[in-house]
T-cell receptor, first 115, second 114 residues
């Protein structure tokens, strides 16, 4: 248990569906992240939020839409996805920026399958 | 962020010490060296972080030579549950502007056999 929870743990969706992934951290952190991990590929950073403000969008397609309503919650809204978007989506949080970022705490991930 | 190179995979046996070396020839003055562990279908977990010389915690030791162009993660007396992928990352983690952008490479897949 890392203090970062993600729901759902597994999601199967069609290419025309709209779904959302949810992440919640109970660590009092100010920074939150979305990562994508495809089979046989390194972890890819997608989005970074500091104090609810998006500070990084790593050239992610617009069919992925993040939302950070407060420092404890992070969402990833999905629409018109492609089969190649099937992957493990990981949320993480950390201190910072004032304290320095140090370690990131990861959630268990959502295994997404796009049919 | 500095590029890192580490072996793709390593096999070991229960009770042995596992040492994974990571090369980071272009490490910058302000960069720290951080190692994460990832089990299948889980998020990575922070193991250890260091800047120079030797760092030890309850899980592992990190050896960093004086030139800092490489580092070695040492896992003492591994068990079957240490089978995982281990990632070496280098970056200025204290940088308030960019210290949170972690770049994960392929990692080292460690298999501990009985």
């Amino acid at each position: 248990e890392t203090g970062v929870t993600q729901t759902p743990r597994h999601l199967v969706m069609g290419m025309t569906n709209k779904k959302s992934l949810k992440c919640e951290q109970h660590l009092g952190h100010n920074a939150m992240y979305w990562y994508k991990q495809s089979a046989k590929k390194p972890l890819e950073l997608m989005f970074v939020y500091n104090f609810k403000e998006q500070t990084e969008n790593n050239s992610v397609p617009s069919r992925f839409s993040p939302e950070c309503p407060n420092s404890s919650h992070l969402f990833l809204h999905l629409h018109t996805l492609q089969p190649e978007d099937s992957a493990l989506y990981l949320c993480a949080s950390s201190q910072g920026p004032a304290e320095g970022y140090n370690e990131q705490f990861f959630g268990p991930g959502t295994r997404l399958t796009v049919l | 962020l500095a590029k890192t190179t580490q072996p793709i995979s390593m096999d070991s046996y229960e009770g042995q010490e596992v040492n994974i070396t990571c090369s980071h020839n272009n490490i910058a003055t302000n960069d720290y060296i951080t190692w994460y562990q990832q089990f299948p279908s889980q998020g990575p977990r922070f193991i250890i972080q260091g800047y120079k010389t030797k760092v030890t915690n309850e899980v592992a030791s990190l050896f960093i030579p004086a030139d800092r162009k490489s580092s070695t993660l040492s896992l003492p007396r591994v068990s079957l549950s240490d089978t995982a992928v281990y990632y070496c990352l280098v970056g200025d983690m204290k940088n308030k502007a960019a210290g949170n952008k972690l770049t994960f490479g392929g990692g080292t897949r460690v298999l501990v056999k009985p």
